[in-house]
């Protein structure tokens, strides 16, 4: 169906490929026995303080795991390690330890015991902040505890699912922190 100015419907269904919120991240838990590693690509900030809103449900094999302990990392690859993070979500960690399997290397972290993942180039400790919406939605809200970065491994930065098995990757950077008057107190002018 198409309407004026050349619009065609689009299914609401796939809207999610539209306004796909956040970079592709890889979740970190551990249950008590063994570390596991995930990719996500539903997630975003909540609010100024980190706060972060992650998508994660019983078709998970992390979802146990978080569940019981409260607490995981997320680990923001750049777009280099793209195909490895791809290949890490189609598997399931009750089937394969994924660290060893795709080469990724955990690192103690400060507050939670889920490991930091060596070869991203941030991770935020996270413990959960708000449940009340897993069972209904899968919606964790998190709170980020301790966050590390690594420039040098930022490489050419984060990417982004577009919902349908193709990703975008940043491009150049457009810095408007002249004009961010409301948020200035956040761009450290």
């Known amino acids: 169906m198409s309407t ?7 299914p609401v269904e796939n809207v999610h490929r539209l306004i796909e919120p956040g970079p592709v991240v890889m979740v970190s838990t551990f249950d008590g026995r063994r570390a596991n590693l995930m ?11 980190a706060l972060i809103a992650l998508v994660l449900g019983p078709w998970d094999h992390s979802y146990e795991a978080l569940s019981a302990t409260g607490e995981c990392v997320i680990a923001i690859p750049s777009v280099d390690l793209a195909e490895r993070v791809v290949d890490v979500g189609n598997v399931s960690g009750g089937d394969v330890d994924k660290w060893q399997r795709f080469g990724f290397t955990p ?22 902040a708000d449940d009340r919406l897993v069972e209904d939605h899968g919606l964790w809200i ?12 930022r490489g050419a930065g984060e990417f982004h699912h577009r919902g349908d098995g193709t990703f975008s990757a940043n491009a150049a950077t457009l810095d408007l922190r002249h004009r961010m008057t409301k948020w200035r107190y956040l761009t450290g002018d």
């Open 107 to 128: 690192a103690p972290g400060a507050v939670v015991r889920a490991p930091l993942v060596m070869e991203c180039f941030a991770n935020i400790e996270c413990t959960v």
């Open 142 to 153: 998190l709170q980020g505890e301790r966050a590390w970065y690594d420039a040098a491994k």
């Open 4 to 10: 004026a100015g050349g619009f065609v419907e689009y």
């Open 39 to 49: 990719t996500n690509a539903f997630n975003m900030p909540v609010a100024h303080g």
